[in-house]
């Protein structure tokens, strides 16, 4: 009782020191510092995260600060048709103790007209919504954290966040307002330079913009991993692997309510034996008024026992929160979650992130 | 007894030459070059352009875009259902996806827009219905002009 009441407090001065930084610092505007560049302006953004956990309940954590990721986002035209995206994040890795960088996207895109483009590069995998939408600036996405499911690569995450590769893409064709994406890349284990096999990984992606406020999708992946890659389980594969990743979405934004489901299933076939793990997830939230948004997550990923990729394992995360939105780049989220998996017991804490957008 | 009346039919008179320009202004016109083809454009495709999920004219032919930034509030709002602050937000998200190539101009007074629709022939804007003149061609939302009854964007 004591120490949840020391918690509790602890957590109203963070949430209040948070919420008089934000009535400080936030402007309404979004501020872009743009360079000369060879064929039209250079614009450089950034995003970074403050996040504040309670710790405690099986978490295995004590309270703390945690500071996010430090995003650089450039955009640059460079020539008629042709432009850049780049995207490079500083972070603490716990395993190395320092600070390091990583190279999250960096692509050229030259627009074959209004509706095509092709994009070479790394680029993020266009698997179902949420990986698209929703990159490393965690301003502009609706909670604190990513689903389980699309949980980065260095995470532990089950899905090739990032692919480096030639993207197609098509944007509102014809009467449907279909989209699609055609990603030719590097295979499994997201290798920035050279790929293990001669087998390159293909991803399909449809979707159709129904109404502006309707969006629903399906895509698929298919990818071979040599004998003797590493896996995320942390060993090496004994045979030759084939993933293929089937999903579909749907996703409804209107002014009052926001929702977004979304489910995807990983196959892998090895040595005659086949494996199955789904994960999905189910998103919703009501904007009560113009800056305030509760909302509610839930997300599970199932990773099949016998799987020669994946470590074993069952996780699912409830999550209900609350959203400030000062402005479209200083937002405010509170959350309380609550996960658990196959190895350990139920946890649960408490969240509160300021993340902008700068 | 005439005083008082020739006094309030002052006041009224007053009143109606004050609340006129605003009644006029209530009206957002959607603006094109006047010699862009398009006479007509659907709701949704307005929605679909100023959300960043469409990029051209109903004909096929591109559109750039621009906004009225003292009109965006009412327009915002009465053409695309959402709060300004939400718009802005799904602008920087396409444009931190990398799929806005290029984000719709502000332009904070009547002359900035008037001379953007006439430097682009490709060009679409908003602004107050009262505001516009004949060097700028007025579409039609769904059929309607920004005079008519059951006009959307007011």
Same mark, same amino acid.
């Given at each position: ?31 872009? !510092? ?80 209004? !509706? ?90 449809? !979707? ?10 399906? =895509?698929?992946?298919?990818?071979? =991993? ?133 | ?66 906004? !009225? ?86």
């Amino acid at each position: 009782m004591t120490r949840a009441l020391s918690t509790s407090r602890r957590l109203l001065a963070t949430a209040g020191a948070l919420v008089a930084l934000v009535a400080v610092t936030a402007t309404p505007s979004l501020a872009q !510092h743009e360079m000369s560049g060879g064929g039209g302006p250079t614009i450089i953004r950034g995003f970074t995260d403050v996040t504040w956990r309670s710790g405690g309940w099986n978490t295995g954590r004590n309270a703390a600060f945690e500071l996010g990721q430090f995003d650089l986002f450039i955009t640059s035209q460079l020539a008629d048709r042709f432009s850049f995206v780049g995207e490079t994040v500083f972070e603490f890795d716990e395993t190395a103790g320092e600070f390091v960088v990583d190279v999250e996207r960096a692509g050229i895109t030259y627009a074959i007209d209004d !509706h095509l483009r092709l994009t070479a590069g790394k680029v993020h995998t266009p698997l179902g919504y949420w990986n698209n939408a929703y990159h490393h600036g965690l301003a502009l996405q609706p909670t604190i954290e990513r689903p389980l499911l699309m949980k980065f690569e260095d995470e532990g995450g089950p899905l090739p966040i990032h692919t480096v590769g030639v993207q197609l893409s098509g944007r509102d064709l014809g009467a449907a307002h279909l989209g699609f994406d055609v990603l030719v890349g590097n295979g499994l284990g997201n290798r920035p330079v050279a790929d293990s096999t001669r087998t390159p990984s293909i991803t399909l992606a449809a !979707h159709s913009q129904l109404t502006p406020s309707l969006r629903v999708g399906v =895509s698929g992946y298919r990818a071979v =991993s040599e004998p003797g890659s590493e896996t995320p389980a942390g060993s090496l594969l004994a045979s030759r692997l084939t993933q293929t990743i089937g999903g579909a979405f749907a996703t409804w934004f209107t002014q009052r309510a926001e929702a977004i489901i979304e489910a995807q299933q990983v196959m892998d076939q090895s040595a005659g034996q086949r494996t199955t793990s789904p994960g999905w997830f189910a998103y919703g939230g009501i904007r009560v008024s113009p800056r305030i948004v509760p909302y509610a997550m839930h997300d599970q990923v199932r990773l099949a026992a016998n799987d020669p990729y994946f470590a074993p394992v069952h996780t699912r995360r409830e999550t209900l929160g609350v959203r400030f939105e000062q402005s479209a780049a200083v937002v405010l989220k509170l959350e309380g979650r609550s996960i658990e998996d196959s190895a350990r017991a139920r946890a649960k804490d408490v969240a509160l992130q300021l993340a902008v957008a700068f | 007894m005439a005083q008082p009346l020739r006094r309030a039919a002052r006041a009224a008179l007053f009143l109606t030459i004050l609340l006129l320009p605003v009644r006029l202004g209530a009206q957002v016109a959607v603006v094109v070059n006047p010699h862009n083809a398009a006479d007509d454009i659907s709701l949704d495709r307005l929605k679909r352009l100023y959300l960043g999920q469409a990029t051209t004219f109903p004909a096929g032919d591109h559109a750039r875009l621009a906004l !009225h930034v003292p009109s965006s509030e009412r327009f915002d709002q009465a053409a695309l259902g959402l709060g300004r602050e939400i718009v802005r937000s799904r602008w920087m998200a396409m444009a931190f996806r990398g799929e806005a190539g290029t984000l719709p101009v502000e332009y904070t007074t009547v002359e900035e827009v008037r001379k953007f629709i006439g430097d682009h022939p490709d060009g679409i804007a908003y602004l107050p219905a009262s505001l516009v003149d004949d060097t700028m061609k007025v579409l039609r939302v769904d059929g309607k002009r920004p005079t008519d009854p059951g006009y959307p964007i007011k």
